[in-house]
Structures are given as structure tokens and as C-alpha cells.
């Protein structure tokens, strides 16, 4: 039997999670395929997080490395690689690929794609992916979903690659309230880690890392998967208890010196698309800006007049037809564009954005590039972008990579 591997092209305002659901239980394609009666398995960040949740709870550990005996212990690549590893010793006749390369470092995504490539000789590949460049080259043929979850389209792959993909607009122009920087023009630099070390318990992840962030910077953050990013930004963050005694100039004041971890905080908007999910509640787009002015996930006070000035100046600037609008209610890419303003609205010096793009489809991700170049062009708020994927059209004005070694990671500005 031939087997034809199929692609689902998903816009961000489709269902993903229903239609994965859908998939498994043999409802959504059984129009095209047949399903029943085969063994499916699902490879997704909702599988990774329940076999975390039976670790924790029943201390079952099926997946593990050489390098790492839980997925809870691996970075985030390092369990999307682990996990599918294991699907595939399972034999299964069919495999759901949810944004299989997100989290993935370059190499890996080259190994994870020659992997595929010959599974998808002897079993059914059907994946799901939100930007066109990441249809794997074994599929044969790709099914386009509307935001209704309907099936619109179903074409040969070849055909589906031809088809032009939406460029870049470069039309936002964002005005920035004013004086949203005024509390923050002396501090410089805004970081400095000096010969800074790592390790979690006998394993190195960091060695001897020295970074200078100024203000106004524009970095990128790189590394393979495992390389310690996260780890590194955790410390920046004062979120790692492995911080403390380490060598650091954080805005002005050395680590150790009397410092809370709220003065930090205050310091930093940050935003990772898993954040999203912590606001499950149906607020206004106002309030979830209000909630970043408290750093809180919603908001459990009566706003002041004057902070709901505040949050109307940064939703105009988005743009008015926000206004009154609910949270919930906005695509996933206006979410995201809510979230970064969320994240602005305290004046903090420095915005971390961790793998932002995540999941965006070729939309969304090309408005919310916009907003990070426009943010970056005004010079008044360092960034700090972590992700793996070379966005086209985002123009960081320097690169930190972390380059693993047999001590831990070391780092070099390129
Ligand atoms: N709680 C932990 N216990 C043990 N090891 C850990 C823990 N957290 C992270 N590590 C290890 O530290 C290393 C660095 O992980 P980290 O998440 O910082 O990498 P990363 O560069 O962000 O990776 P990715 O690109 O996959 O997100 C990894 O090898 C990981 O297994």
C-alpha cells in the first residue's frame, strides 16, 4: 500500500486543539482517510505536558535520555525531540504532527525532517502547521482550514508551494504614548553578567558567560536546543535561585546589594506565547493592559481613572478598534499584540520576548514582526528576543549565541 502523507494548513483563527481531538477520535477527516481501526499517536505540547503531569503524579518516566532521565527536566526542544523519538518506537500506523519544528533548533529540524522524510514511506504523517514554509517535504497533500475548522481546500502539495505566500506590509506606525521611557533615561547598562556559571545538579549549562546589554539594543538570543536560554534568561530575570552570588550588574545595582525581586521585575516586561493560557478569563482588552501595570494575571482591584487613561492611550496606539473589545475575542496575533503592550505599559526598560512567534501563522506573524521592528526602531526600550527562527523582515542589531561545550555553554556576540 502506498501511503500518502497530509498536510493541514491552519490559520490562527481556526480551533487547533478541537481539531486534534477530532482527528484521534476519527471525525474530522473521515471524508478523505479512513482512521478507524488504526493505531494514531499525537506529537504536541499537550502530550509532552501529560506525561509531565504523570511524572509528577504517578512517578512513571517512559521518556528520558541519555542526558536527562524526565521530559520535566529537558528544555523545551530536547522534549519535543525525546517525544518524538518515542512515538516512533511505538509502531503506530498514523502520527499527528502538531507544529512539529516550533522549539527546534536548525540542526534538529534538519534531522527531525530526514526522520520524517523515511517514516512517511510505511507510516501516515498528517501535519498540522500554521506557516507555509514549514510543510514537510514528504507531503503529498495539504487540506487548507478555515476559521470555521472546515476543510476549504485540498490540493497537491507541489500545487499548495506555488501558491504566494503574504509579505510583509511594513504599515505600522506606532505612536508610543508619551513618556512611556521617562523613568528609566539614566540607567545604563541595563545588564551586565560577569563570568557568570550554571548547573543544575552536576550537570554545567553556563560557563563563564560575560554580556553587556546597553539601552536601546536590539539583541537576538540563539543556541541550539538544551544550550541554557532559558536557563540565562531565568537569571536576568531573578527567577533562578541559581543567580544569587553570581557576578551582576542588574539596572544599575550590583546582585546581592539589597535588592528584591519585585525591584527586577519592575524592570522587565516579558512575554512567552505559554503565558497566554494563564488568562483564561473573558476580560477587556483594557484590563488585561491595566493587569501589567500590577504585573498580575487579571485584575482584582477597581482601576483608577488614571490607569485606565493610561491603558486607553496604549490601546489607541494598537489601534481604537480595541476599544471595548474582549480579550478572548481577538486573534491570536492581536492577543499577542496586546500582550507586548501589556508587557510595555509598566515603562519597563527591557522587553524579553521569548519564541513570540510560536505558533503564529503567516499573518499574524508578519504583523506582530511589524510591531517589534516599530518598537525597535523608536530605540527607547532594549529587546531581547529569543527564538529559533529567522524571521524575515526582523532586523535584531545583535546576536548572542550560546555555543554548548563539555563545561556548559559558552557565549559570543556575532
Ligand atoms: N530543572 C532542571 N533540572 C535539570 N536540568 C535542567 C533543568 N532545567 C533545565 N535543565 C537542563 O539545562 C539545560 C539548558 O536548558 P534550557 O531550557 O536553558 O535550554 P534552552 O537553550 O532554553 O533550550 P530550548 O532551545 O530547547 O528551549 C538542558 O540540558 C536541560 O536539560
Same mark, same amino acid.
Given at each position: 500500500?502506498?501511503?500518502? $502523507?497530509?498536510?493541514?494548513?491552519?490559520?490562527?483563527?481556526?480551533?487547533?486543539?478541537?481539531?486534534?481531538?477530532?482527528?484521534?477520535?476519527?471525525?474530522?477527516?473521515?471524508?478523505?482517510?479512513?482512521?478507524?481501526?488504526?493505531?494514531?499517536?499525537?506529537?504536541?505540547?499537550?502530550?509532552?505536558?501529560?506525561?509531565?503531569?504523570?511524572?509528577?503524579?504517578?512517578?512513571?518516566?517512559?521518556?528520558?535520555?541519555?542526558?536527562?532521565? $524526565?521530559?520535566?527536566?529537558?528544555?523545551?526542544?530536547?522534549?519535543?525531540?525525546?517525544?518524538?523519538?518515542?512515538?516512533?518506537?511505538?509502531?503506530?500506523?498514523?502520527?499527528?504532527?502538531?507544529?512539529?519544528? $516550533?522549539?527546534?533548533?536548525?540542526?534538529?529540524?534538519?534531522?527531525?525532517?530526514?526522520?520524517?522524510?523515511?517514516?512517511?514511506?510505511?507510516?501516515?504523517?498528517?501535519?498540522?502547521?500554521?506557516?507555509?514554509?514549514?510543510?514537510?517535504?514528504?507531503?503529498?497533500?495539504?487540506?487548507?482550514?478555515?476559521?470555521?475548522?472546515?476543510?476549504?481546500?485540498?490540493?497537491?502539495?507541489?500545487?499548495?508551494?506555488?501558491?504566494?505566500?503574504?509579505?510583509?506590509?511594513?504599515?505600522?506606525?506606532?505612536?508610543?504614548?508619551?513618556?512611556?521611557?521617562?523613568?528609566?533615561?539614566?540607567?545604563?547598562?541595563?545588564?551586565?553578567?560577569? $563570568?557568570?556559571?550554571?548547573?543544575?545538579?552536576?550537570?554545567?549549562?553556563?560557563?563563564?558567560?560575560?554580556?553587556?546589554?546597553?539601552?536601546?539594543?536590539?539583541?537576538?538570543?540563539?543556541?541550539?536546543?538544551?544550550?541554557?536560554?532559558?536557563?540565562?534568561?531565568?537569571?536576568?530575570?531573578?527567577?533562578?535561585?541559581?543567580?544569587?552570588?553570581?557576578?551582576?550588574?542588574?539596572?544599575?545595582?550590583?546582585?546581592?546589594?539589597?535588592?528584591?525581586?519585585?525591584?527586577?521585575?519592575?524592570?522587565?516586561?516579558?512575554?512567552?506565547?505559554?503565558?497566554?493560557?494563564?488568562?483564561?478569563?473573558?476580560?477587556?482588552?483594557?484590563?488585561?493592559?491595566?493587569?501589567?501595570?500590577?504585573?498580575?494575571?487579571?485584575?482584582?482591584?477597581?482601576?483608577?481613572?488614571?490607569?485606565?487613561?493610561?491603558?486607553?492611550?496604549?490601546?489607541?496606539?494598537?489601534?481604537?478598534?480595541?476599544?471595548?473589545?474582549?480579550?478572548?475575542?481577538?486573534?491570536?496575533?492581536?492577543?499577542?499584540?496586546?500582550?507586548?503592550?501589556?508587557?510595555?505599559?509598566?515603562?519597563?526598560?527591557?522587553?524579553?520576548?521569548?519564541?513570540?512567534?510560536?505558533?503564529?501563522?503567516?499573518?499574524?506573524?508578519?504583523?506582530?514582526?511589524?510591531?517589534?521592528?516599530?518598537?525597535?526602531?523608536?530605540?527607547?526600550?532594549?529587546?531581547?528576543?529569543?527564538?529559533?527562527?529567522?524571521?524575515?523582515?526582523?532586523?535584531?542589531?545583535?546576536?548572542?549565541?550560546?555555543?554548548?561545550?563539555?563545561?556548559?555553554?559558552?557565549?559570543?556576540?556575532?
Amino acid at each position: 500500500m502506498t501511503i500518502h $502523507s497530509i498536510g493541514l494548513y491552519l490559520s490562527n483563527a481556526s480551533n487547533k486543539n478541537l481539531i486534534l481531538e477530532q482527528i484521534i477520535s476519527n471525525k474530522y477527516l473521515k471524508d478523505h482517510i479512513n482512521l478507524e481501526s488504526l493505531k494514531g499517536l499525537l506529537h504536541s505540547t499537550l502530550t509532552i505536558n501529560r506525561f509531565i503531569e504523570d511524572e509528577i503524579r504517578h512517578d512513571k518516566f517512559p521518556i528520558y535520555t541519555s542526558e536527562n532521565k $524526565s521530559l520535566g527536566s529537558m528544555s523545551s526542544g530536547q522534549q519535543k525531540k525525546a517525544l518524538l523519538d518515542y512515538l516512533i518506537l511505538q509502531r503506530p500506523d498514523y502520527i499527528v504532527l502538531d507544529d512539529v519544528y $516550533s522549539n527546534i533548533d536548525k540542526a534538529t529540524q534538519e534531522s527531525i525532517t530526514n526522520t520524517l522524510s523515511q517514516l512517511a514511506e510505511n507510516t501516515l504523517l498528517i501535519q498540522l502547521f500554521f506557516r507555509k514554509r514549514d510543510m514537510l517535504p514528504c507531503i503529498k497533500t495539504v487540506y487548507t482550514v478555515d476559521e470555521n475548522n472546515a476543510i476549504i481546500d485540498v490540493q497537491d502539495a507541489e500545487v499548495f508551494k506555488t501558491k504566494q505566500t503574504i509579505s510583509s506590509t511594513n504599515q505600522l506606525t506606532l505612536n508610543f504614548p508619551q513618556g512611556y521611557d521617562e523613568t528609566h533615561a539614566d540607567i545604563n547598562p541595563l545588564v551586565q553578567l560577569n $563570568s557568570v556559571s550554571v548547573e543544575y545538579i552536576e550537570k554545567p549549562v553556563l560557563n563563564k558567560i560575560s554580556w553587556t546589554i546597553q539601552k536601546g539594543e536590539f539583541w537576538q538570543l540563539v543556541g541550539p536546543n538544551g544550550s541554557g536560554k532559558s536557563t540565562l534568561l531565568s537569571i536576568i530575570i531573578g527567577d533562578n535561585p541559581r543567580g544569587y552570588g553570581q557576578d551582576m550588574v542588574l539596572f544599575g545595582k550590583k546582585k546581592g546589594s539589597g535588592e528584591s525581586i519585585w525591584d527586577i521585575k519592575r524592570q522587565i516586561g516579558y512575554f512567552t506565547p505559554a503565558m497566554i493560557q494563564q488568562f483564561t478569563r473573558d476580560d477587556t482588552v483594557e484590563n488585561m493592559i491595566i493587569s501589567g501595570l500590577m504585573d498580575s494575571v487579571g485584575l482584582y482591584c477597581k482601576p483608577t481613572d488614571i490607569q485606565k487613561d493610561i491603558a486607553k492611550k496604549w490601546i489607541l496606539m494598537l489601534s481604537a478598534s480595541y476599544c471595548n473589545k474582549s480579550f478572548q475575542s481577538l486573534s491570536i496575533g492581536q492577543q499577542r499584540m496586546v500582550m507586548v503592550v501589556r508587557a510595555l505599559v509598566k515603562h519597563p526598560p527591557l522587553l524579553i520576548l521569548d519564541e513570540p512567534t510560536i505558533e503564529l501563522d503567516d499573518e499574524n506573524s508578519l504583523l506582530f514582526i511589524d510591531m517589534i521592528n516599530a518598537i525597535a526602531k523608536e530605540k527607547k526600550i532594549t529587546i531581547l528576543y529569543v527564538s529559533h527562527r529567522d524571521e524575515p523582515g526582523l532586523k535584531p542589531d545583535m546576536v548572542y549565541e550560546l555555543i554548548p561545550g563539555k563545561n556548559g555553554s559558552t557565549g559570543i556576540v556575532r
